[in-house]
């Protein structure tokens, strides 16, 4: 992902990069060993100010409604300018305003920062169609392999 296609921020980098290698491989979603899990992601997140009619967002009250705008405005920046028609990076196919919103509210919603707060964000099919609790049950981490551990948090309770 060039950097001038970034959402701005370290976060807005990692959020972008993440976003548009998931929009990848949805592009080649019969060749991938990942199209199960891309199958089970919403078709649409209608609760995402990206996604709102003008009335909604004009609705919307300030910090979030300048934070939307930003972030809205970043979007179309991406979809208009640097994605702007058929991208090799998606198999030919041009990626429009609704798909990056799309991939962006996906990462925003599913992504887990299991290697520290400050780093970059995986998405863990597994642990998404786990991720249902208001109260967290489970611990999630990285290891230096990079494989991911999941403790119940019912062991963990028996730890401390």
Do not use: D, F, I, Y
């Given at each position: 992902v060039p950097p001038k296609a970034w959402?701005?921020?370290?976060q807005g980098k990692q959020a972008t990069c993440l976003a548009m290698a998931l929009l990848a491989h949805?592009?080649?979603d019969n060749v991938l060993a990942l199209a199960p899990y891309l199958?089970?992601?919403?078709?649409s997140f209608p609760g995402s100010p990206v996604f709102f009619a003008a009335a909604e967002f004009d609705a919307l009250q300030m910090p979030l409604a300048s934070v939307a705008k930003q972030r809205c405005a970043a979007l179309h920046h991406?979809?208009?300018g640097p994605l702007a028609g058929?991208?090799?990076a998606f198999s030919g196919c041009s990626v429009d305003l609704n798909a990056v919103?799309?991939?962006l509210a996906c990462v925003s919603s599913r992504a887990f920062r299991v290697h520290g707060a400050g780093?970059?964000?995986s998405l863990?099919?597994?642990m998404d169609l786990a991720n249902h609790a208001l109260e967290p049950n489970v611990r999630v981490s990285a290891e230096p392999d990079g494989t991911v551990t999941v403790m119940p948090a019912a062991l963990l309770a028996d730890d401390v």
């Open positions: 959402l701005p921020g370290e949805r592009a080649q199958r089970t992601l919403p078709a991406l979809a208009s058929p991208q090799p919103g799309w991939a780093l970059a964000p863990l099919p597994v």
